[in-house]
């Protein structure tokens, strides 16, 4: 692998792991918001935020990614 890709996978990961902390710590934070939400209404909060929070994270990282490599 040319030292060129390894910079790209590289900075690709690390705005990966950045972007998706971000984004699913915050969606996780707004689930939970509620203290006398009921366990399961909680559960499937959370469920939700997983899954939206590392949606919205592979979006902003590809679309970064594919404006660096304009």
Same mark, same amino acid.
């Given at each position: 692998?040319? /030292?060129?890709? !390894?910079?790209?996978?590289?900075?690709?990961? /690390? &705005?990966?792991?950045?972007?998706?902390?971000?984004?699913? !710590?915050?969606?996780?934070?707004?689930? =939970?918001?509620?203290?006398?939400?009921? &366990?399961? =209404?909680?559960? /499937?909060?959370?469920?939700?935020?997983?899954?939206? !929070?590392?949606?919205?994270?592979?979006?902003?990282?590809?679309? &970064?990614?594919?404006?660096?490599?304009?």
């Amino acid at each position: 692998m040319s /030292e060129n890709h !390894g910079k790209f996978i590289k900075s690709f990961l /690390e &705005a990966a792991l950045k972007t998706g902390a971000n984004n699913i !710590g915050t969606r996780l934070l707004d689930a =939970v918001n509620d203290a006398n939400q009921p &366990a399961d =209404v909680v559960l /499937e909060k959370v469920v939700t935020a997983l899954k939206s !929070g590392a949606l919205a994270t592979g979006q902003e990282v590809l679309r &970064a990614q594919l404006g660096q490599l304009k």
